[in-house]
């Protein structure tokens, strides 16, 4: 059950004179009047008394006024809360009767639904902490936003080595009509060597011929003193004409040709084979890349269902990147009175046993606004004091000089300065 205030009187307190008021236990009770009336006095006053003196006013006593502040809470727990005399000391009293102190009240007052714009003024990333922490998920959060983090830098660093990396191998040329392998030199060194061999034989064979040709020469010339061996001339000769007119040379010409190719064969094969290198490695990055993706996007995922699985306390408000969220809008986009809702909601789940918060100048809000936000106040269970500027209708009493005026909304009729 959350603590809610049932009755206020407060006396001689800052711009107050006399200011009694009974706050609608659900919803939105407005205290207007023009400016400098003492609304925000009333607001002051109440966190003063609740609070306690770390909340007191620089100048708690009204100017001009003999008589010393008189502040009156009375809470639907049971307990009054009383400050009076020269040193506004205070008198706790429980249900019971029996006296208490400042620590039973800390028990169920939440220092921001006294003083909201103290969470208002965070910093984004404090707040969203805030909510992380009552939502139970903040170091997890934190985890896995440190494993995004990491994921993505080394994304970025891969995606720019991937890129250079495409960029170098289109810059490589590439050749077509070239064998896949470099061409060996060796292997047409020997054929020509075989060439060569083979030419050195039919040049030995004709020295060879016109040796026993010289030789059966001279052996003509001395036939008669050398029959014998001009027989043997003959038969050597006959021998070495064998298939002679039929020996043909061949050409090294086209395989001189093809050795001074090669060189240039060879580099465009190894250009070949560099660019399929780096494209094989440029490839190799971009699957890193896209590997990497698939990691961001699982990471990505287990943070939204780390929070769709989390207790929120408002609708469509979430944390991204250490930021509050509320309908896809971060808080300084918010408008004025989706921050008061943010903040009244974040407040409330801080310390659910404080059952109202304070909220001062609400002229922010329009009158749908306004109304909208009482419905939700309403629905939350949660009572809220604020001021504004006005004098309408949607005010619950007006004050003006330091008094209460009127009160015309909340139990108007039913309601009597002597109650307090
Ligand atoms: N101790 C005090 N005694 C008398 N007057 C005071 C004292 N402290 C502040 N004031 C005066 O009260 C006025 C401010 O009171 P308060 O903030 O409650 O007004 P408000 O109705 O909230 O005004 P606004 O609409 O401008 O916010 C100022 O004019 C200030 O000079
Ligand atoms: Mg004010």
């Known amino acids: 059950m959350s603590v ?8 001689n307190v800052k711009r107050i004179k006399a200011v009694q008021l009974a706050p609608a236990k659900n919803g939105l009770t407005v205290i207007g009047g023009d400016n400098a009336q003492g609304k925000t006095s009333v607001l002051d006053a109440i966190a003063w008394a609740l609070g306690g003196n770390k909340y007191k006013p620089s100048s708690p006593m009204r100017e001009g006024s003999v008589v010393e502040p008189h502040l009156k809470v009375t809470l639907d727990n049971g307990i009054v809360v009383e400050r009076s005399g020269k040193n506004s000391s205070l008198k706790v009293i429980d249900p019971m009767g029996n006296k208490g102190g400042q620590a039973l009240l800390d028990g169920f007052i939440e ?54 990396k495409e960029k ?11 064998p896949a392998e470099p061409v060996s030199v060796s292997e047409l060194i020997q054929s020509q060597q075989e060439i060569m061999a083979h030419n050195a034989e039919n040049l030995r064979r004709r020295q060879q011929h016109e040796h026993y040709k010289s030789q059966l020469e001279v052996a003509e010339t001395a036939l008669k003193q050398a029959q014998e061996r001009y027989d043997a001339a003959l038969n050597n000769f006959k021998l070495a004409s064998v298939d002679i007119d039929t020996l043909v040379d061949q050409s090294t010409e086209e395989l001189e040709k093809n050795i001074a190719d090669v060189e240039e064969i060879n580099k465009k094969v190894r250009a070949n084979a560099d660019r399929q290198t780096a494209e094989t490695e440029a490839d190799g990055y971009r699957k890193q890349y896209d590997g990497l993706t698939e990691d961001i996007e699982n990471v990505r995922k287990e943070k939204r269902e780390l929070l769709q699985g989390a207790d929120l306390p408002l609708e ?23 921050q008061l809702i943010v903040a009244t909601s974040i407040v409330r789940k801080l310390n659910p ?24 106040l309403e629905s939350e269970n949660l009572q809220a004091i604020a001021t504004r500027v006005s004098k309408g209708d949607e005010c619950s009493i007006i004050i003006e000089d330091g008094m209460s005026q009127e009160n015309k909304k909340v139990e108007p009729k039913t309601w009597k300065a002597g109650e307090f």
């Open 353 to 376: 046993e404080c059952g109202f918060v304070l909220l001062d100048k609400l002229e922010q809000m329009d009158s749908t606004t306004l109304e909208s936000f009482g419905k939700w």
């Open 168 to 178: 170098f191998a289109k810059e490589m040329p590439v050749y077509t009509n070239v």
């Open 111 to 164: 220092s921001f639904a006294l003083d909201l714009p103290k969470f208002m003024n965070q910093t984004t990333k404090e707040k969203a902490d805030t909510l992380l922490n009552i939502i139970g998920v903040g170091d997890k959060l934190y985890e896995l936003e440190q494993q995004e983090q990491t994921l993505y830098n080394r994304r970025t660093e891969i995606g720019r080595i991937a890129d250079q």
């Open 4 to 11: 809610k205030i049932n009755t206020l009187e407060f006396e």
């Open 316 to 338: 469509e408000l979430t944390v991204e990147s250490g930021e509050l969220i509320y309908k896809g809008q971060k808080w300084d986009c918010m408008s004025g009175a989706e």
